[in-house]
């Protein structure tokens, strides 16, 4: 058969799980005329899918994570190759951290659709035999987690020969991609040593060699492979004669970076072992895929080298104490090797569209358990552009360029490679690497003043300041001491002072990560007409900023940003997690539209500062040229204008996403320092972004994009419709009219109370992350009549209602003021109250005072 010079479709990395998934589900959804190449066999012999374990939890705080893989997992089982043997975590004696870790997954579970559950030390002896029972505390135990057997290259195999079958799928294996065609900006062919297939639409399933794909279209990709020890010992006869590929549920012992599984019968292809994984913890191992070897030199690569088992003796001990089995079988040296997987710079794989070149795909960093949903996901975003579960997090487009540089990449894999399994990822965990990238211009003044640093799109930012510690003398009383040390983790009680004190005088804040694009030509108000639901267009809004949205083609909730509207250009303002990738979004419509648009980003040429509080008025005339433009006649909410400090010129625009009265200030990079000071000379204190992101915009029951806004949830479930549509035709606004319509959402936003929050141990709780609402009486989790299920996605204590507060979308049913829920925390219930239904503030000074 010819080598073809046409198609509609390449797979680069047809013979991997991914490949094959995208190519099936791709088929499922009606294309044909595919083409899938392979470096190596069909199934690969020397991809990631080659040497996985195979392994499919359903646990996980993510979502989108749990979904792929509860869909994954439905997926082998109803091809006949999965063995849905459970899975059992361990929390040895001693280690409590862990213990909470588990019990924290059973309650993610609960939130995202799992049946994980805690058990004892006596019911992991009965499932799991080979393990010592007083090592350890208790467990978690999933019944849905096991294995894809015989192994998941089986299964892409097999999809692969299907599709085939099916004449829509041509497969050529021992075909390496050796460069792209890419003309005008789009991707046009693949060149092979076989020849070049022409075709306007590339994905790239390459699995280890992704990034060396990438290269050829001019980027990266945020991965890094990195070393995995597989270790085999036997012979374990156990289940001789039973035919099964496993025979015990799957072990992880994630304190010690370790899990444990059978084989199953000596017959079956790799039977009659016990396998022994291992992930380093402290030092991993990374290998640039440049470095891999080809197949032939395999045991000389820098990875998949022979293993050295004396590197593992110190993990393997402790391994032994807990499962003496593997100090009593022999050790497998022949088999045992140093496989490798993908970690990558945030923990999630990148899927999408190419940044730089149309047309060409990638779906990376995919494991096995995730990868025929991943597969579903590419082809209906292909197919419709969108899928029906939220995929920002995992969208190629969500990173800033400095994310896409290989140093950023390599210290970031570093440190998400060493927590695989250890150790227990607190939910506002900082990154050590990849950090000081970005700084304000008043980054000296903050260091100074001793600010708590975190970091989000690359921009050090304070979440609160030592120097202010005197502020607890006087507002200690209500700023509650957090007993419980992952309820304390990575929070500074100041920041909490800084809140009050903000709401009694007046505070600075900096807001230097805000992602700015600047928007001009011919066209510019077409296109912004075109993606938001707000007006933007008219002579009446020149001079205004615009808070809007930008919807999909169902109309549900893609993005939430402020549009600055001037003369002949508008600026975005946008959050620094979601701006890179809706600022990617805005290029493609523009050039999809043929419009005469000018995008830059310009969120290291401007900065931004927050000056805010009940005083923000007063002290801002003393330092402005002209004192009585910004009196509330001449300078109404919403409104942008001109004003000078310091001799520079700055856009003031009236806003507060705090609740309290005052103004974003925009200005030139180099103008930043210079306003900071003067702002500082009138008085106003420098607040912490955590009373910005967290305290005070809870308090004031705003949402926030890529927790409490989500494609899953229209503008009128998030409560933030507004009361008119209008005229002009926009994306989405079909499906929008659509639900105005309905007699009720199926669902709404609310703002939830906690109205006791002491645990079993008499500690007051302050949560932090996901937690499912459940109904008091059935303990079971919200589900509304769409099946999407209820959980806090913003929670934080707000020190001016002394509450812990939590926004979380509730079914029709159970959305009523004074409504009594409960959520589960580390294994514990705890009581919440709905305090507001849709948009309606706990404390709103300038209208209203704190609502209990």
């Known amino acids: 058969m010819a080598f073809p010079e046409h198609a509609k479709v390449v797979i680069i990395g047809l013979g991997g799980i991914v490949g094959a998934s995208v190519a099936h589900h791709l088929i499922a959804r009606g294309w044909d005329d595919i083409v899938g190449i392979d470096k190596s066999g069909i199934p690969t012999d020397i991809g990631s899918t080659a040497h996985a374990s195979d392994f499919c939890f359903t646990t996980s705080h993510d979502f989108l994570s749990t979904w792929t893989t509860l869909y994954s997992v439905d997926f082998f089982d109803k091809m006949g190759h999965y063995a849905r043997v459970g899975g059992i975590e361990v929390a040895r004696k001693g280690d409590n951290a862990r213990m909470n870790e588990l019990k924290r997954k059973v309650a993610s579970g609960k939130a995202f659709g799992t049946r994980a559950r805690m058990i004892s030390p006596a019911e992991v002896k ?146 009659g072992q016990i396998e022994w994984g291992y992930y380093y913890d402290s030092v991993p191992r990374l290998c640039h895929p440049r470095d891999i070897l080809e197949k032939e030199f395999t045991r000389l690569s820098p990875s998949q080298r022979d293993l050295d088992i004396e590197d593992l003796m110190e993990p393997l001990e402790r391994a032994i104490e807990l499962t003496p089995i593997l100090g009593e079988l022999g050790y497998n040296e022949g088999h045992s090797f140093n496989g490798l997987l993908q970690s990558t710079t ?37 197919t419709d552009g969108r899928t029906h579960i939220d995929h920002a997090s995992i969208d190629y487009a969500r990173f800033n360029p400095h994310q896409l540089e290989a140093d950023y990449i390599a210290a970031r894999c570093t440190q998400t490679a060493a927590a695989i399994y250890t150790p227990p990822v607190h939910p506002r965990e900082p990154f050590e690497g990849g950090r000081d990238i970005r700084r304000s211009p008043f980054y000296q003044r903050e260091v100074e003043l001793d600010g708590h640093f975190m970091e989000l799109g690359g921009w050090e930012r304070a979440h609160g300041y030592a120097a202010n510690e005197h502020l607890l003398e006087k507002h200690g009383d209500r700023v509650p001491l957090r007993e419980h040390e992952w309820d304390n983790r990575h929070f500074w009680r100041v920041s909490n002072a800084e809140h009050l004190e903000m709401s009694e005088s007046c505070g600075i804040i900096n807001l230097s990560h805000f992602h700015i694009t600047d928007i001009s030509g011919p066209d510019h108000l077409a296109l912004l007409e075109w993606l938001c639901a707000a007006r933007i267009g008219g002579d009446a809004n020149v001079g205004k900023g615009i808070y809007t949205h930008f919807l999909d083609d169902q109309g549900n909730v893609r993005a939430d940003l402020t549009i600055l509207r001037f003369a002949d250009r508008c600026l975005l303002v946008n959050g ?29 040429d401007r900065i931004t500062i927050g ?26 909410f919403a409104a942008i204008r001109l004003i000078r400090i310091a001799g520079r010129e700055v856009t003031a625009f009236r806003i507060s996403y705090v609740g309290e009265q005052g103004w ?142 939590a926004l979380a979308y509730l079914p029709r049913s159970h959305a009523r003021e004074g409504r009594r829920l409960a959520v589960d925390y580390m294994g514990e219930t705890f009581p919440f109250e709905v305090a507001a239904v849709g948009y309606k503030a706990l404390y709103d000074p300038e209208n209203e005072k704190p609502r209990s």
């Not at 060699?209 to 995995?228: N, S, T, Y």
């Not at 409560?719 to 639900?739: M, Q, S």
């Not at 936003?749 to 008091?776: H, K």
């Open 664 to 805: 974003e200030l925009h200005m030139a990079y180099e103008d930043g320092l210079a306003v900071w000071d003067v702002l500082r000379s009138t008085g106003a204190i420098a607040v912490g972004i955590e009373t910005y992101a967290n305290s005070r915009r809870m308090e004031k029951s705003l949402r926030l994009q890529n927790a409490d806004l989500r494609t899953e949830y229209n503008l009128f479930e998030a409560g933030l419709a507004r009361p008119k549509v209008k005229e002009a035709d926009f994306r989405g606004k079909a499906k929008h009219l659509e639900y105005a319509a309905r007699e009720h959402q199926p669902a709404m936003l609310c703002t939830l109370v906690m109205t006791d929050n002491i645990d079993s141990n008499g500690i007051a709780r302050y949560p932090v992350g996901i937690l499912p609402v459940l109904d008091p009486e059935s303990g079971e989790t919200l589900v509304d009549e769409l099946g999407r299920r209820s959980w806090t996605s913003s929670i934080a204590y707000g020190p001016t209602v002394g509450r812990n507060i």
């Open 611 to 636: 000056f805010w509080g009940p005083e923000a008025r007063a002290r801002l005339q003393k330092v402005v040229e002209d004192p009585v433009a910004l009196e509330p006649d001449a300078f109404p």
């Open 126 to 271: 009965e499932r799991f035999p080979l393990i010592e029972e007083d090592v350890i505390q208790g467990a978690m135990w999933d019944p849905d987690a096991g294995l894809v057997i015989p192994r998941s290259q089986t299964v892409a195999g097999k999809l692969v020969d299907e599709g085939v079958a099916s004449g829509k799928l041509r497969a050529y294996a021992n075909t390496p991609a050796t460069a792209l065609v890419i003309e005008g900006g789009r991707i046009r062919g693949v060149v092979t040593p076989r020849g070049t297939i022409r075709a306007d639409l590339v994905i790239v399933c390459a699995g280890l060699w992704g990034r060396l794909i990438a290269e050829m279209a001019g980027e990266d990709l945020p991965v890094f492979p990195v070393d995995h020890p597989l270790t085999f010992f036997g012979p374990f006869t156990e289940f001789e004669g039973t035919g099964k590929d496993i025979g015990y549920p799957l072990l992880r012992d994630q304190g010690n970076s370790a899990y444990m599984r059978d084989t199953g019968d000596p017959t079956t292809a790799e039977g």
């Open 346 to 382: 945030d923990g999630l794989p990148s899927v999408g569209e190419s940044r730089k070149v149309r047309g060409l795909w990638y779906s990376v960093a995919v494991w096995v358990k995730d990868a025929p949903a991943i597969g579903k996901l590419l082809a209906d975003w292909i």
């Open 576 to 604: 620094a997690d979601a701006g890179p990738r809706d600022l990617t979004y805005m290029r493609r419509v523009a050039q999809d539209r043929g419009l005469d648009v000018t995008l830059i980003d310009a969120s290291e």
